[in-house]
């Protein structure tokens, strides 16, 4: 039977298909998504695919024609050394908030687990700072961290000894204090991500190894920290990738200050803008693009290989 | 374990929320101790912005005052303006396209789809944006800045959307049509209903970044149209030149107002909105 029936359905088959794809263009028509293609290839695409052409002009405020100058742009930003400058620190932000951020978001989920008042209240609390604007964050912790601040005052009454530590100061240590501040302001929703990562891990699992006699840690290390995985790679990308793209609390804290040893990729783009010099921040634009574009699919490809290996 | 004492077993159970409350009041309560009284004091009191309550309380004219001089009522006119038809256009566009990237599935489709959400990654190009923008007459306007959030924020739409499209059971559709529906009645009817809380939560994550956002809105609209981060940009930087620290921070309590009651009433749906999107 098998045999005659096979070689007529391999016959209908392409009719078949054929059939189901008009049906299911016809049930799902084309110009639904004819609008939000416009929007995404004028208002997205066309910019990013400006960024290629402008790059290589010297479009400036300071006349009305535009001509092609080759790699110019790029030159002058390598010679002045704010290319590679901006590109290191951007970096060691990103990677400094991703680290931060995911630390605190899981000692957060760990600590907040389970499902009490207390520690419902305390969940919602915890996402405050991440309603609030990045811009305000950033303002406020320019005044706890002040030289006469509130912070150096508690230090000082602490210790008895006088206490002024230039938090925003310092051209090696401010960039980790600027990224712990993105990291509070965010770690709320990398709290949420963990606290659903865990409630999906199964209890019998938890349970069959609190029989063998395995304690928190070591049930943490064995058993929940790699069912996580999937939280992990959301947590870690979104931190890293978005953090490349920050602005608001560096500008709000040092504005990428002091001298420049906080000046992300954006800082420098939003300053040159304002100084006319359009084709130099289009350049450094378009590096920050080929940059997260780079780093975007070996980091998630990455994290993807981890959770499957599991 | 079994042999720990009943007072060893009392003071583990204390421990866990010991612990959340000293985290909460060392991280968060702090901060917020710091904002709320230094809005209250006067300028010669707020030089130093501390944890000391303010000798004589006045939040309410502090705020009246930067209400006025930061232009608030305008900013916030300003920042619904460009919000709302963003976030609305945003969802209607993003639901109607997922919906055929959900159920189309040829190899143009997955095209499609990958560049559609590559934008939740790939950052926008800030620059080019305002010469395309001077280019079709849009620069400096609400509807350029409109245009500018709902290409950026499309792709989170999608994302979000397209991936709870395919949850949906064919046969929901399939009954519908059955009956004779058009494929705009099948999406209004069968589809749109079952997306409410998918679009519920996508409408509130992207009302947090546009009602937050400074960075394009400096580049855009700076100078033309008033938004709450955008005056709070200008009033901080005339204000911490004059170290009016009680004004700033004014400012943050009532920007954040709006965001932060919306957030006490739905804060549940919310929470749990955010988190059943983001882990699969």
């Known amino acids: 039977m098998t045999t005659t029936l096979l070689p007529a359905r391999r016959k209908d088959q392409p009719r078949d298909a054929r059939l189901a794809d008009r049906r299911s263009r016809q049930d799902h028509p084309s110009w639904f998504l004819w609008p939000a293609l416009a929007m995404l290839v004028i ?21 009305s024609e535009i001509g092609f100058v080759g790699f110019d742009n790029f030159v002058k930003l390598l010679q002045n050394g704010s290319l590679l400058s901006d590109l290191r620190v951007t970096l060691i932000y990103a990677i400094l908030v991703a680290i931060f951020q995911n630390l605190f978001g899981l000692g957060l989920a760990l600590v907040l687990e389970r499902d009490t008042r207390i520690n419902r209240f305390a969940r919602a609390a915890f996402f405050v700072p991440v309603i609030m604007s990045a811009l305000a964050v950033g303002y406020v912790f320019q005044a706890i961290l002040k030289p006469d601040g509130v912070l150096n005052n508690f230090l000082t009454t602490l210790t008895g000894g ?71 790679t959301f947590n870690f990308a979104t931190a890293l990738l978005g953090s490349m793209n920050g602005f608001d609390i560096v500008q ?59 | 374990m079994t042999t720990a004492s009943p007072t060893l077993k009392r003071a583990r159970r204390l421990m866990q929320p010991t612990a959340a ?14 904002i709320i009284f230094t809005a209250g004091k006067d300028q010669g009191a707020a030089l130093n912005p501390d944890l000391s309550p303010p000798a004589t309380w006045q939040l309410w004219s ?43 599935s040829s190899r143009s489709m997955a095209v499609l789809y990958a560049l ?33 959030y709902t290409g950026m924020y499309l792709s989170t739409v999608i994302f979000f959307v397209t991936g709870f499209i395919r949850t949906i059971p064919m046969e929901l559709e399939e009954a519908a049509r059955m009956d004779g529906a058009g494929p705009f009645r099948v999406f209004w009817k069968v589809i749109v209903p079952l997306l409410t809380p998918t679009l519920a939560t996508a409408s509130i994550l992207i009302c947090l970044y546009i009602w937050n956002d400074v960075f394009y809105a400096l580049f855009v609209i700076g100078g033309r149209i008033d938004t709450l981060p955008l005056n709070l940009f200008d009033v901080a930087s005339a204000g911490l030149y004059l170290q009016r620290w009680h004004m700033i921070f004014s400012y943050i309590i009532l920007m954040s107002l709006p965001l932060l009651t919306v957030f006490v009433f739905l804060q549940r749906k919310i929470i749990s909105g955010i988190t059943s999107g983001a882990v699969k």
């Open chain 1, 43 to 63: 208002f997205f695409f066309t910019p990013t695919i400006y960024n290629f052409v402008y790059a290589f002009t010297d479009w400036s405020s300071f006349k």
């Open chain 1, 162 to 232: 006088e206490v002024s530590i230039p938090w925003l100061g310092s051209t090696t240590w401010t960039i980790v204090v600027v990224a712990i501040i993105h990291a509070w302001k965010w770690m709320g929703l990398s709290m949420l991500i963990y606290l659903a990562g865990l409630k999906t891990i199964n209890e019998e699992v938890i349970e069959a190894a609190q029989l063998d006699g395995a304690g928190y840690w070591r049930i943490f290390k064995a058993v929940r920290w790699p069912l996580l995985a999937p939280a992990v």
């Open chain 1, 252 to 310: 709000a804290t040092t504005a990428g200050g002091p001298g420049g040893s906080t000046e992300l990729l954006n800082i420098f783009i939003f300053r040159t803008f304002g100084q006319g010099l359009f084709a130099q921040a289009t350049a450094m634009s378009l590096v920050l693009f080929l940059v997260v574009a780079l780093l975007a699919f070996p980091v998630i490809i990455y994290l993807r290989r981890r959770e499957r290996v599991l």
């Open chain 2, 21 to 34: 409350i000293l985290l909460t009041v060392l991280l968060l309560g702090v901060p917020f101790m710091i």
């Open chain 2, 62 to 104: 502090n705020l009246a005052t930067v209400l006025d001089e930061g232009n608030m009522v305008q900013a916030l006119f300003g920042s619904l303006l460009v919000m709302v038809p963003s976030v609305l256009l945003v969802l209607v566009l993003g639901s109607l396209a997922s919906w055929i990237l959900a159920r189309r």
């Open chain 2, 116 to 148: 559609a959400i590559s934008g939740i990654v790939l950052p926008p190009a800030v620059v080019t944006i305002v010469l395309l923008l001077r280019q079709l007459g849009l620069a400096g306007t609400a509807i350029g800045m409109i245009s500018v």
